[in-house]
RNA sequence: GGUCCGUUCGUCUAGUUGGCCUAGGACGUAAGAUUUUCAUUCUUAAAAUCGCGGGUUCGAAUCCCGCACGGACUACCA
């Protein structure tokens, strides 16, 4: 049994979107598994794509995840480099070798000439496909006689070197989650290998890559499963197929509402994030949104991805990096695609948030306060988290649900107001502030006074002065439980705001 | 158009060797309980004739065939 090996290979185009983040998952909880190891190669062999700050986008994002790598662009390794730009002068020899085998051939055929072919075709209802149908009507150094090719060679014509499929093969991909998908080779188009500008394509990098850093899994999503022929092809005309990797091709994620791949656009459009972190476009200054600023954490982002798409085979929902390390199979991965659902992605929020520390959301909550020119003692802003974090679902919404434990209101909602201050409230909340003044200011002490003795004792509407009591100190009627409240903020403060809710909205007639 | 992949509650899904499935769980939704309010929490409910149609079988969500629908791919992009 082979080192398991197991590779996330983006495009350095642009922000890693969230798909991105999942297969990157995958990829990394069957490593660790297993007890493999996790590469991350850079596949930027299109220089026309490249994103400045997009190869650190990814590995901050990863890295934000939890998500660790054996080898890799940023930590190096045994089989590097690991860009595959740096790789360059390697791919030409196996150009080379594929050609030298007649597994490949030159084509010479311009940009231009090809687009006029497909447009010819269009017009007749029909596609053009560059393969054994079409290949020998085409400029190549198989249509062409041997000293024209190298005649054209040797004057510098620019030639790109395509892959000869054979005329009638059934080619069979083992799938990890699909089972075996068998393609005939006469429906296969000979694919670019190797560009004009001496790049290879994804196809022929991924190939020579993955066999050099003896990859041995390759996990990758399902839209790559109409070119694994291609791949398994490439294999074979190495000489490779030994060692070839298995394959596992990922069911997509789809977009929430409708059909079809979720897409940048659609967070734009839902209001929720398709990458993992803020990105800063570089060209167009435009800002796309990321979980990590919108106050998702780390783990509740990784449980979430890990399930859509797969499961423990049981009812187990919440679980851990640790967990889904030891839980995850390949087996329960699948087949179809699954829709992204924000609400579900907020109660996973919610819940590991209410697994936070108090003094983890605490340190997040800072920011707001600080933006509110509020300066509390950490153990108090630290003690109301832990408070009011059950009724949160992401930190942003600390400061709705707490202001009131740093700033005393100001003005009482009118509706409340009506609903909860009758007549004779002033000489209630007269009766508080009379309490708290001579009772020991403790929870058991003032329920005792208050609750029992007053309220109770003279048979008073409980829920009409404790909800004006709630409204003078909170300035309107939300919030937890009333004496927890009143000890957290302090008996002068209580005073004070009860006293201010008197003077401000005084006695109500009848 | 062609090729390939897929199809269980609104959504994520359990169901892997056909019988314990009168199809289970979760999110969301609704109702109720608790509470001094709101939220939380708890309980309950509604919600999939397992895409449709044929077979095979004593028995099929599970196996086979056909159809429909959806998606991916179809670049000198990955």
């Not at 010819?120 to 596609?127: I, R, V």
């Not at 060679?153 to 070197?161: L, Q, R």
């Not at 707490?402 to 005393?408: E, I, L, Q, S």
Request: a negative charge; one cysteine or more; glycine letters at 8%.
């Amino acid at each position: 049994m082979r080192k398991v090996r197991v590779r996330f290979a983006p495009s350095p185009t642009g922000p890693l979107h969230i798909g991105g983040v999942r297969t990157a998952l995958y990829n990394y909880l069957f490593a660790r598994q297993n007890g493999g190891d996790m590469i991350l190669r850079i596949e930027d062999t299109d220089q026309t794509r490249f994103v400045p700050g997009a190869e650190d986008y990814i590995i901050e994002a990863l890295d934000w995840l939890g998500i660790k790598f054996d080898e890799g662009v940023h930590l190096g390794g045994n089989y590097g480099p690991y860009r595959q730009s740096d790789r360059k002068p390697l791919y030409r020899q196996y150009a080379d070798q594929l050609l030298r085998d007649g597994w490949a051939y030159y084509a010479f055929d311009k940009p231009e000439a090809l687009d006029a072919k497909r447009k010819e075709y269009e017009s007749q209802k029909k596609t053009f496909q560059y393969d054994c149908t079409t290949r020998l009507s085409m400029e190549n150094s198989l249509s062409l006689p041997a000293d024209e090719v190298s005649r054209r060679i040797d004057s510098g014509e620019p030639y790109v070197v395509r892959f000869k499929f054979p005329e009638d093969l059934d080619i069979t991909v083992h799938d990890l989650i699909r089972g075996d998908v068998t393609m005939n080779s006469r429906l296969l188009d000979d694919k670019v290998l190797f560009k004009s500008d001496g790049m290879p394509t994804y196809h022929l990098a991924n190939i020579v890559d993955d066999h050099l850093m003896e990859v041995s899994h390759v996990i990758r999503g399902e839209e790559w499963l109409p070119s694994a022929p291609l791949h398994v092809m490439l294999y074979r005309a190495f000489g490779w197929e030994d060692t070839m990797p298995q394959f596992a091709h990922l069911p997509l994620l789809l977009k929430p509402d409708g059909n079809g791949k979720l897409s940048k656009r659609d967070g734009d459009r839902l209001g929720f994030p398709v990458f993992p972190l803020d990105w800063h476009n570089p060209e167009t200054g435009e800002i796309s949104s990321g979980y990590r600023e919108r106050g998702y954490l780390p783990e509740a982002v990784v449980n979430m991805l890990a399930l859509l798409g797969w499961n423990p085979g049981n009812d187990q929902e919440l679980m851990s990096m640790d967990e889904l390390i030891r839980l995850f199979s390949i087996e329960h991965i699948s087949k179809s695609g699954a829709k992204f659902n924000i609400e579900k992605a907020k109660w996973f929020n919610h819940e590991y948030l209410q697994k936070c520390s108090d003094e983890r959301i605490a340190e997040m909550f800072l920011p707001q306060l600080k933006e509110h020119g509020i300066d509390a003692p950490m153990d108090y802003v630290v003690k109301v988290c832990g408070m009011m974090k059950e009724r949160i679902s992401f930190p942003s919404e600390l400061w709705d649900q707490t202001h009131y434990f740093f700033v005393a209101p100001t003005e009482y909602d009118p509706k409340a107001v009506s609903k909860r201050w009758k007549p004779g409230m002033t000489t209630h909340m007269a009766k508080v502030i009379e309490i708290l003044n001579t009772v020991p200011f403790q929870y058991d002490a003032i329920h005792q006074a208050l609750l029992e003795d007053y309220i109770k004792g003279n048979e008073l509407n409980m829920g009409q002065i404790m909800n004006s009591l709630r409204l003078a100190v909170v300035g309107t009627t939300v919030g937890p439980d009333m004496l927890t409240l009143v000890m957290t903020i302090g008996k002068e403060e209580t005073i004070a705001r009860v006293q201010r809710a008197i003077d401000t909205i005084g006695e109500i007639e009848n």
